[in-house]
């Protein structure tokens, strides 16, 4: 079973624009990861957030992470027809990778 | 060692027979992840192992699906008498015990006809 849930479940913007796309979860955990899924390809690390931690940069990346709320946001500035792809989170409570749904992003040039 | 290395890549096969897929994870990492993933889905866990020790296994793993990791490097996973629903991405990742990074494979698609 998936951890937590993605919002917007589809989200399209104009290149340019910014996109955010969030993340609920479930349990405790030691720190939650951001991943970029191509079509038909495999997961790419994006960034990472450890429990305490809040917010975290990294390029057009930002993610910010409230555990009182079970949420993290991923945030990405200036997009780019590049940056098209699917975006999952993962929570990481010690053994394993436990997947939300994704965010499936397009962005239109 | 440039990643993770999943073989094939594709796999065609036809309902009922039985199919294996290999993964070659980082050679420094000592935990080695199988996670499968449906259209339209994230990927969700299957197992992993720490070194040869299988550790956890979902309860999505029917005892259709076998995994093994005899030496502690290579994985295989094995599907006996496939069915339609075992069409999917199968992933594999690898990391390194008490360390943050995970690294995952290209996946394995396989399709039953």
């Known amino acids: 079973s998936q951890q937590g849930e993605e919002d917007p479940q589809a989200l399209s913007i104009q290149e340019g624009e910014n996109a955010t796309m969030n993340c609920s979860y479930k349990?405790?955990?030691?720190?939650l990861q951001w991943y970029r899924q191509n079509s038909g390809r495999g997961l790419v690390h994006l960034i990472l957030?450890?429990?305490?931690?809040r917010e975290k940069h990294s390029g057009r990346l930002r993610v910010t992470l409230d555990t009182s709320k079970k949420s993290s946001s991923l945030l990405i500035t200036a997009s780019r027809a590049a940056d098209t792809a699917s975006y999952f989170c993962a929570t990481d409570a010690g053994n394993m990778l436990t997947f939300g749904g994704g965010t499936r992003l397009m962005v239109k040039p | 060692d440039t990643g993770v290395s999943q073989d094939p890549r594709h796999k065609i096969t036809k309902r009922g027979q039985n199919v294996t897929f290999r993964c070659d994870p980082i050679s420094e990492h000592n935990r080695l992840y199988w996670y499968r993933q449906t259209l339209g889905q994230g990927p969700e866990f299957l197992t992993y192992?720490?070194?040869?020790?299988?550790?956890?296994k979902s309860r999505l793993l029917s005892d259709r699906f076998s995994a093994e990791r005899p030496k502690g490097s290579f994985s295989t996973l094995e599907i006996q008498r496939t069915e339609q629903g075992d069409s999917a991405m199968y992933l594999c990742a690898s990391s390194f015990e008490n360390s943050d990074g995970y690294t995952f494979g290209s996946g394995t698609r396989l399709t039953v006809v």
């Open positions: 349990t405790s955990i030691n720190n």
């Open positions: 192992f720490q070194n040869e020790a299988q550790l956890e």
């Open positions: 957030i450890r429990s305490n931690e």
